[in-house]
């Protein structure tokens, strides 16, 4: 008790000390603790306010069902534009070549071998009919991409021996180029380039400069050489980057490459048009870009109405090795993002579906179901039977244009005629036919399966063995212009040809038809 009233007794001591020392403080004094008090009330609401707020929306959240995911709409992000990649003109930035090695150092584990075992008289550069024997360059089925883009892929049926086989064919054709001069290769004249006393033979054609070079340019397009780089990084840079320049230096105001000095000077016109679109694709470089659209504007202008293509423009005439080669071009073109006449291709199918004998599936020149054309004066030489040139080009558009090759009849007995004759090389019984050898051997690339490795097969023995091995002078790495063709083209043809035949295992994708249009590789990775 007496603690309790000591309590209460300093409590009240306490209290009237407050309220005297307040009674006694000056006014300012009681003013400022006024206002402090008040400042200590306001700091307080908010943190009151927020804490509430957030103790009302924990108990909502638990009072509210949580919605299952099937119930919650996909978030999708929105699409960024892809970046622009910059396009420069000469010099570019060197894009090194991964291939670019010497053939002793192929890697041998890369590749893996496939297993299993109405005749007129003219030609592809003279004469008033042709079948046009100077190989195809064009996409047969996917988009270019060469050993460059084939380094991380498995590249079936290639071989260190197949390979080797291009690396010579190629450097003979750059050490056989007038790149001190316009750059072209001269195809009756490519030969002075050799030491005087190691000369080859086999001269072509002297108005078929165009064509040859851009068959040339072709090859090396197909192994991923294009004109980007140094000589360091890429050998054969400069030797691309001379003959496309040649080739634009022979393009006329409306579009056409090369003189008319030939009536069938078409040929070297789709041949320069699908070198020019191919190393636009491959490269993007924009100084090609309008050469090969001028080139493609042509063909639009040249075409037939509502049909193909021949010799003079729209002459009324059509014949498939014509073509071929235009649809080719086009189909390069339309890959590459250019321009291209949307009736050429119909029509090219159209021409296709005519000239195939439905019973057999023999495609004719001109003619349903009829044989190639041989030059004037070889048909005794090279018999039109020995070859099925034009049902192999008649195949490959098929394949080019949407036809599905595993379900087309007309494809599966094309097919049975060209294995009826495989490739062999016999220069005594007229067979040799590098412009039949090509075609087919794009066109069962695409088909595949066995009736691509019997093929192969036997493509490969006849081409790499009849090549020239190392320690021949100056034909190292070429071949001999045998065949119905080899007087026109002449050794830089034959080279070039046969260098693509080998090159078919990377040089395009291979597309089964779907019965659509068939998109090149970058697009559908």
């Known amino acids: ?249 022979t393009q006329g105001e409306d579009g056409l490459f090369g003189p008319r000095a030939t009536h069938s000077f078409i ?40 049909l193909a293509w021949r010799y003079d423009p729209r002459g009324g005439e059509n014949d498939t090795s014509v073509t071929g080669w235009c649809v080719m071009a086009l189909k390069s073109g339309n890959y590459a993002g250019l321009q291209v006449d949307p009736d050429a291709l119909a029509g090219a199918r159209l021409w296709i579906d005519k000239m195939t004998d439905p019973n057999f599936g023999q495609v004719g020149y001109n003619s349903p179901g009829g044989v190639p054309a041989r030059p004037e004066g070889r048909q005794d030489r090279f018999p039109a039977e020995k070859s099925q040139s034009m049902t192999a080009v008649g195949i490959l558009c098929r394949i080019f244009l949407g036809e599905d090759p595993r379900t087309s009849e007309a494809i599966r007995k094309g097919v049975k005629l060209c294995l009826a004759l495989p490739p062999a090389w016999n220069p005594e019984d007229g067979s040799i036919d590098m412009y039949y050898w090509y075609y087919a051997t794009l066109a069962l690339f695409q088909v595949g399966g066995s009736a691509w490795r019997k093929w192969n097969a036997a493509m490969v023995e006849a081409v790499v063995e009849s090549q020239h091995p190392e320690g021949d002078g100056a034909r190292t790495g070429s071949w001999d212009p045998i065949g119905a063709w080899g007087d026109e083209g002449g050794r830089v043809y034959a080279t070039a040809t046969l260098v693509m035949c080998l090159e078919v295992y990377y040089r395009y994708d291979r597309v089964i038809g779907t019965g659509r249009e068939a998109l090149p590789a970058y697009q559908r990775r």
């Open 267 to 306: 040929y070297n016109h789709a041949i320069a048009t699908l070198a020019l679109c191919e190393a636009y694709w491959m490269t993007r470089n924009p100084r090609y870009r309008k050469p090969a659209q001028m080139g493609l504007n042509y063909l639009a202008m040249h075409r037939n109405p509502y």
């Open 1 to 249: 008790m007496r603690r309790l009233v000591e309590h209460r007794i300093e409590q009240a001591t306490f209290d009237e000390a407050v309220r005297g020392l307040v009674r006694n403080a000056p006014w300012w004094m009681t003013s400022l603790a006024i206002h402090a008090a008040a400042v200590v009330i306001l700091l307080s609401i908010p943190y009151r306010v927020t804490r509430t707020a957030q103790q009302a929306a924990m108990r909502s959240e638990v009072q509210t069902p949580v919605e299952k995911p099937e119930d919650l709409a996909p978030v999708v992000p929105p699409e960024e534009p892809l970046p622009k990649k910059d396009i420069q003109e000469e010099p570019l930035d060197p894009v090194p070549d991964p291939q670019s090695r010497n053939e002793d150092d192929v890697d041998r584990q890369q590749f893996q071998e496939t297993a299993g075992p109405d005749g007129t008289t003219e030609g592809p550069f003279t004469g008033p009919s042709t079948n046009g024997d100077i190989g195809l360059g064009g996409k047969a089925g996917g988009g270019p991409r060469g050993r460059g883009g084939a380094t991380k892929m498995r590249v079936i049926g290639t071989t260190a021996r197949t390979q080797r086989g291009v690396e010579r064919g190629l450097a003979w054709l750059a050490k056989h180029q007038d790149v001190e001069d316009d750059g072209k290769w001269d195809c009756d004249d490519f030969f002075k380039h050799d030491k005087p006393d190691d000369r080859c033979d086999g001269s072509g054609g002297q108005l078929f400069d165009v064509g040859v070079t851009g068959l040339s340019l072709l090859a090396f397009l197909g192994a991923g050489y294009t004109d980007r780089g140094t000589t360091t990084e890429n050998r054969y840079a400069r030797t691309v980057r001379m003959g496309l320049r040649y080739l634009m230096s």
